[in-house]
């Protein structure tokens, strides 16, 4: 079994236009989708990412606040899970809740030995 990575992007990490119920009936569809992970022993961890940070960059080691990227490029939360390769990773990430918005986006990386 391999480790991989999910990084999610836009949707609703950045929706704020949703009532407080539509927020918690969508939170509870991502309870629902981690469960059914856990279930079949596919989910390693994740959680959501503070919208707040610093970057460091280059040889002199430049610190700033950040990250600035556009809304649907910030990074909001990760997952790890197990996968016996990437086509069965990615398809385990096409029941994410971040999906039911047009700019949600999962990146799925593989996580590699050192």
Same mark, same amino acid.
């Not at 079949?40 to 600035?68: A, H, I, W, Y």
């Not at 390769?85 to 096409?94: G, N, P, T």
């Given at each position: 079994?391999?480790? $991989?990575?999910?990084? $999610?992007?836009?949707?609703?990490?950045?929706?704020?236009?949703?009532?407080?119920? /539509?927020?918690?009936?969508?939170?509870?569809?991502?309870? *629902?989708?981690?469960?059914?992970?856990?279930?079949?022993?596919?989910?390693?961890?994740?959680?959501?990412?503070?919208?707040?940070?610093?970057?460091?960059?280059?040889?002199?080691?430049?610190? *700033?606040?950040?990250?600035?990227? /556009?809304?649907?490029?910030?990074?909001?939360?990760?997952?790890?899970?197990?996968?016996?390769?990437? *086509?069965?990773?990615?398809?385990? #990430?096409?029941?994410?809740?971040?999906?039911?918005?047009?700019?949600?986006?999962? /990146?799925?990386? /593989?996580?590699? #030995?050192?």
């Amino acid at each position: 079994m391999k480790k $991989f990575l999910y990084l $999610f992007r836009g949707g609703d990490a950045r929706n704020v236009n949703q009532s407080p119920a /539509e927020m918690e009936a969508h939170m509870d569809r991502w309870k *629902s989708w981690m469960g059914q992970l856990a279930g079949q022993g596919k989910l390693v961890d994740g959680l959501p990412l503070s919208g707040e940070g610093m970057t460091v960059e280059g040889t002199n080691k430049v610190v *700033s606040n950040g990250p600035f990227a /556009e809304g649907s490029e910030i990074v909001g939360g990760y997952l790890m899970v197990n996968a016996a390769d990437i *086509s069965e990773a990615v398809e385990l #990430s096409k029941g994410c809740p971040i999906l039911e918005f047009k700019d949600g986006n999962i /990146e799925v990386r /593989e996580i590699l #030995s050192m």
